[in-house]
């Protein structure tokens, strides 16, 4: 079954930074495309990068275009995120996923009912 543990979020400052990691387990994680996910209180989970299965391909929302940065190590079995110039806005639980990235609707926002704990990210002065 597919795992994934999301870590390194916290509380920071505005314009601050923090990495977060999604570290898969059970699986080749090679097999993916991935997406990082995010859902602030009271509003609908939004997807903010994708990665594709190699790392040779990328893709942002428009509202963190940049200021993330994602990247993988597959050997390692983790998704990284890297998150820039935080905004309050940004406070959400971030969540990672497997998805397709080129998809319009995201299926994973439609159909996957695996989510994990999540990170909390919470940016505040």
């Known amino acids: 079954q597919l795992r994934f543990v999301e870590s390194g979020g916290g509380l920071v400052q505005p314009g601050g930074s923090l990495s977060l990691s999604c570290a898969a387990a059970?699986?080749?994680?090679?097999?993916?495309?991935i997406g990082w996910y995010r859902q602030a209180p009271g509003k609908e989970r939004e997807r903010v990068a994708c990665i594709s299965m190699r790392g040779d391909d990328t893709n942002y929302a428009d509202s963190v275009k940049g200021r993330f940065t994602v990247s993988r190590d597959n050997a390692k079995s983790t998704i990284y995120l890297r998150v820039n110039s935080l905004k309050p806005e940004d406070t959400a639980v971030y969540h990672c996923?497997?998805?397709?990235?080129?998809?319009?609707?995201?299926?994973?926002?439609?159909?996957?009912?695996?989510w994990g704990q999540g990170t909390q990210v919470t940016v505040s002065s």
């Open positions: 996923a497997p998805t397709a990235c080129s998809l319009v609707p995201d299926q994973t926002l439609l159909h996957y009912d695996l």
């Open positions: 059970g699986f080749p994680l090679d097999n993916y495309a």
